[in-house]
């Protein structure tokens, strides 16, 4: 049959209809709120590049939480910026380091009603801002598995739900579930950047976290964006190395690796989306070129869409406003 008798507009005749006929649904308890937590600062500071997202001094972290949750956001992602950094990248698994004092006081004012990520990578607290050991201008990767364990099982003994390695050394993962397992954290989960690719839309947050690479680019450890099946390979091998959670980053322009892999794996799958695609929306937005509530929902919904599980968004604590908008 076809037109007279098939309308499909019958479909989308008012909004109630609209409504119970959506498939795809956006739900703030399925958002992940990145957090940037800043050891030199004691007042919020703005990041240009990243309008409404600004770095904190520790003793604002909480309240932020609190501010995501009371939109309905139950999991957040912290970035540190440390006071001091190395060769080494020794302050990202300090006792006293930023992010593993943050991760303290959430699970004290919050215990099991948060869910606590941290962040396992080194280019936040090295002085060259690469995200392994350098050394003659190269990235060390069994190195640099050494240093990952460290961060991990730190993060972990300060209370981390999730450890999330970024880092795209061979072996992280694996390097990093042998260390928590043999540090009695075998019930920390790891959520594993496993399709990370060197991508341009990573600008705003290198601003964020100061973490621009002094030299070279990460193309060395991150993929290029032209090979699916590298992806899907990535993906594999950290599955199989103990991966809790899978995620590919960035979301937008890697919609088909999101669902090629919820296609593929039986793990959850996250996707990234990522500060170069919030701020794109943000810009057009304050130019008046696009809506920012119907763009943001919109470019959510495809993510979801596409097979994400969990969605990494700085557009996490406007949701919850913006649904009830419909």
Not at 289 to 298: G, K, S, V
């Amino acid at each position: 049959m076809s037109f007279p008798q098939v309308r499909m507009r019958r479909l989308r005749q008012t909004p109630s209809l609209r409504e119970i006929l959506n498939k795809v649904r956006i739900d703030p308890r399925n958002l992940c709120y990145p957090i940037f937590v800043d050891e030199n600062i004691e007042t919020p500071m703005s990041i240009e590049s990243m309008p409404k997202i600004p770095r904190l001094p520790l003793r604002h972290v909480t309240d932020e939480v609190q501010s995501a949750m009371e939109q309905g956001v139950k999991t957040i992602i912290l970035f540190g910026i440390p006071s001091k950094k190395d060769e080494n990248g020794s302050r990202a698994y300090a006792v006293d380091g930023i992010v593993q004092k943050a991760i303290r006081n959430l699970k004290k004012e919050f215990g099991d009603d948060l869910v606590v990520m941290s962040d396992v990578c080194l280019c936040e607290y090295t002085v060259n801002g690469h995200c392994g050991i350098v050394k003659n201008g190269k990235i060390m990767n069994d190195q640099t598995l050494e240093i990952l364990q460290k961060i991990a099982v730190s993060q972990a003994e300060a209370g981390a739900d999730v450890v999330a390695p970024s880092a795209m050394m061979d072996g992280q993962v694996q390097f990093i579930r042998n260390a928590l397992d043999d540090a009695g954290f075998n019930h920390t989960l790891i959520m594993a950047y496993s399709a990370k690719f060197a991508s341009s839309f990573y600008g705003p947050f290198r601003d964020a976290a100061e973490c621009a690479p002094k030299f070279g680019d990460r193309k060395s450890y991150q993929m290029g964006y032209g090979d699916a099946d590298e992806a899907l390979r990535e993906m594999e091998l950290d599955a199989n190395e103990g991966a809790d959670i899978l995620m590919v980053k960035p979301a937008l322009v890697y919609l088909d690796i999101v669902h090629l892999a919820k296609s593929k794996f039986k793990l959850p799958i996250a996707a990234y989306n990522v500060s170069g695609e919030y701020a794109m929306v943000k810009a057009a937005a304050q130019k008046g070129w696009i809506d920012e509530r119907t763009a943001a929902l919109e470019l959510l919904t495809g993510i979801k869409r596409a097979g994400a599980d969990l969605i990494i968004t700085y557009f996490a604590k406007d949701v919850k406003k913006w649904l009830s908008q419909n």
